[in-house]
T-cell receptor, first 115, second 111 residues
Framework: AQSVSQHNHHVILSEAASLELGCNYS??????LFWYVQYPGQHLQLLLKYFSGDPLVKGIKGFEAEFIKSKFSFNLRKPSVQWSDTAEYFC?????????????FGAGTRLAVHP | GEEVAQTPKHLVRGEGQKAKLYCAPI?????VFWYQQVLKNEFKFLIS????????ETGMPKERFSAKCLPNSPCSLEIQATKLEDSAVYFC?????????FGPGTRLTVT
């Protein structure tokens, strides 16, 4: 069965620090990969996605993620975080075949950025 | 519409009461998904629809949960005889491809 692991449950950073959030998945086939963000009191928003092609994906708000197939990883990065990045971040995967498959989410990483 | 709409925003039910949640997908999206988020933890998939047909119901508790997507009506998720452990935020998402767009959620509190 598919599963997604996010290694960091809570991350605390100062503004301007660099961010890397880990995500590993378990699935033998081809997958689509996603990072979603949930700001306090708001619903999920898509940060970026990988379907195929260039494994380095750029998303909104300066975020990027790199798909490393050999490591089953899709880590999220941002060179310099801002206070407004305080939120919960979820990695998710679904089966690429079929195209309309359920998302399997990781447990989330809560990021707190201090001014 | 351009956003997934969910009603109500909050719902409080006593244990044993029925709860019904609604979701209006983005126009033109033929797939609808329901997820449950308990205590700000990970999202658990419940059920998905392709138009009015059930597409995947592998996450749906069989006993008390049911869902429908009828033509020209919002989709609905109904919980009969709610239990305390049903307290969660229920998110609906819609899709016309591999990307899913999420609604704001309905917070269900069972007391």
């Amino acid at each position: 069965a598919q599963s997604v692991s996010q290694h960091n449950h809570h991350v605390i950073l100062s503004e301007a620090a660099s961010l890397e959030l880990g995500c590993n998945y378990s699935y033998g086939g081809t997958v689509n990969l996603f990072w979603y963000v949930q700001y306090p009191g708001q619903h999920l928003q898509l940060l970026l996605k990988y379907f195929s092609g260039d494994p380095l994906v750029k998303g909104i708000k300066g975020f990027e993620a790199e798909f490393i197939k050999s490591k089953f990883s899709f880590n999220l990065r941002k060179p310099s975080v801002q206070w407004s990045d305080t939120a919960e971040y979820f990695c998710a995967v679904n089966e690429a075949s079929g195209g309309y498959n359920k998302l399997i989410f990781g447990a989330g990483t809560r990021l707190a950025v201090h001014p | 519409g351009e956003e997934v709409a969910q009603t109500p925003k909050h719902l409080v039910r006593g244990e044993g009461q029925k709860a019904k949640l609604y979701c209006a997908p983005i126009k033109g999206h033929s797939y609808v998904f329901w997820y449950q988020q308990v205590l700000k933890n990970e999202f658990k998939f419940l059920i998905s629809f392709q138009n009015e047909n059930v597409f995947d119901e592998t996450g749906m508790p069989k006993e008390r949960f049911s869902a429908k997507c009828l033509p020209n009506s919002p989709c609905s998720l109904e919980i009969q005889a709610t239990k305390l452990e049903d307290s969660a935020v229920y998110f609906c998402a819609s899709s016309h491809g591999s990307e899913q767009y999420f609604g704001p959620g309905t917070r269900l509190t069972v007391t």
